[in-house]
């Protein structure tokens, strides 16, 4: 199984690298609404502290949406005849995780020294917490959107039935990941460690399961 989603993983970066449908326009997007912060909340006047990180997590999960949505979706006829191979079904579900976890960590990568600056707010003392919040966080992304992502592939209104299924279902993450933040920015950070808790066990579950139902939500 790790051996054939290594080449799947592969298969799928060397596309992006040559055509660059994900990263480009999501890192575009990304940028364009921590601008579009900056500008409409003026933190000059207005400090943000209490603010950043629900702002800092709804602008990387909104443009993760473009990258890890069309992880199935920009090569449709290709992903069918993977899924006619003679290879584990999880072996795909797990090249697919692999690669929108790629991505979303360099998106934030990008996005949250951005947002710092534009928003005039600073990372919190606790920076290896911090990044172990964010790194968490967009791994259970990661894999909630794979598994809606093969879900939704299958039909002609993707586009529309993504966001459908990704929002209530990552809603508990994107709560769990604003809350640590927020209490790590507060200085709370044994608060900060219970939330870290939760998020992990979301990420968990969100990985185990589709592993082990990956062939029937492709067949559905």
Known sequence: MIRAAGWILWKDITLEFRGR???VPAGVFGLLIAML???AFDPAKNGLHGTFPGLLWLGIFFASFLAVGRAFSVEAEASQQLL???IDRGSLFLAKLALNILLTLVLAAVMTPAFAILLQT???PETGTFLLIEALGLVGFSAAG???GA???QTRLRELLLPALLL???SPLLLGVVSATKALYGGEVAAAGNWIMLIAIFDVIFIVVPVLLFEFLTEV
């Open 151 to 153: 879900l939704a592939a």
């Open 84 to 86: 006619l191979a003679p």
């Open 122 to 124: 600073g990372l919190p």
């Open 168 to 170: 209530p279902f990552t």
């Open 146 to 148: 794979t598994a809606m």
């Open 37 to 39: 912060y900056g500008f």
């Open 21 to 23: 449908e994900l990263l």
